[in-house]
């Protein structure tokens, strides 16, 4: 970047880079043997996956009052056969893999899937905050303005871009049972996303805990709740950190904001895919 910094991932066959984790999970990872009741959520980083998981969670479970668990060892990059099959059932098993990665399972015991995406402005400022600012995971002192322009060619689990019109492509043509969700929709009417996402796992729930879990799944009750995951930097809390929409107005210039603009029109040029800057 300008500023000279590199950021240290691994960097896999294809160019992709990634976080460094186990490489025996990583080549594993399709083999991986799921369960049909499995709910698998899938989404590029900072899209909203913990709260996806804290929603399924209470829906499977039927129940608000859930355990506090780290969703990192429900995530697929770091779990192994035997420690996945010691976990507790119903399991929620989170990834940003990409397709092509995903255990094959997906497509012969046929889980529930949710996805969820972001737009990219807020999911850009959302990975530059969570990585470089909070939990300082890289050795990175660029600004935001630096970052953008890493991000946009892909950082950690490679391009935003490449990920969102793969599953665009998925949603509409493979044979998983999937549902796409949207962060921004989920902040407008989030009761209502419960539900569809409680209809969608087949899971008979009353109105009244759907709307139980919709208030106890608002940004500032889960910021509230003790022992929620990855703890604090600095006072602060590394996974709930601001969960708006719109919050790259803070962070994009305006000349950023055309530039971002123009890259998108083109990177974004064969989707049908449109998302919500601001609510
Ligand atoms: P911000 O950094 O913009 O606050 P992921 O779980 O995929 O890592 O995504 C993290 C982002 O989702 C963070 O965004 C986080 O605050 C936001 N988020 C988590 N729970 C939320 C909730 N209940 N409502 C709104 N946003 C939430």
């Known amino acids: 970047d300008s500023s000279g910094n590199t950021v240290v991932v691994r960097k896999l066959k294809d160019g992709r880079l990634m976080p460094k984790f186990d490489p025996e999970v990583l080549e594993n ?13 899938l989404a590029y980083p900072k899209s909203g ?5 804290e929603i399924a969670q209470m829906l499977k479970l039927g129940t608000t009052d859930v355990p506090v668990v780290s969703k990192s060892d429900f995530m697929i990059e770091y779990v192994k056969q035997d420690i996945l099959d010691a976990k507790p059932l119903p399991r929620i098993l989170n990834t940003h893999y990409r397709f092509h990665d995903l255990p094959t399972d997906i497509h012969t015991k ?25 939990s300082k995971y890289y050795e990175y002192s660029g600004q ?5 322009r890493l991000w946009v060619e892909g950082v950690d689990y490679g391009s935003w871009f490449d990920y ?13 049972d999937i549902l796409s969700l949207e962060y921004e929709q989920l902040k407008k009417d989030l009761i209502n996303e419960v539900r569809k996402i409680s209809d969608f796992l087949e899971l008979e729930r009353n109105e009244e805990l759907i709307k139980d879990i919709s208030e106890r799944c608002t940004f500032s009750s889960m910021h509230s709740r003790k022992g929620h995951l990855t703890g604090l930097a600095d006072g602060q809390s590394i996974m709930y950190r601001k969960g708006d929409v ?3 107005k803070n962070w994009f210039t305006v000349a950023e904001n055309e530039w971002f603009d123009e890259v998108y029109k083109e990177k974004m040029k064969d989707s049908n895919l449109k998302f919500v800057y601001e609510l």
């Open 29 to 41: 990872v399709k083999s991986l043997k799921l369960r049909e009741d499995d709910v698998i959520i």
């Open 49 to 53: 996956t913990h709260w996806l998981f």
């Open 110 to 134: 046929k889980p529930k899937i949710l996805y969820i995406r972001r737009n990219p402005k807020d999911a850009s400022v959302s990975f530059y905050n969570h990585t470089i600012k909070l």
């Open 144 to 148: 935001f303005s630096d970052y953008l």
């Open 164 to 176: 969102v019109k793969e599953y665009e492509e998925v949603c509409q043509n493979s044979d998983l």
């Open 246 to 248: 719109g919050d790259w």
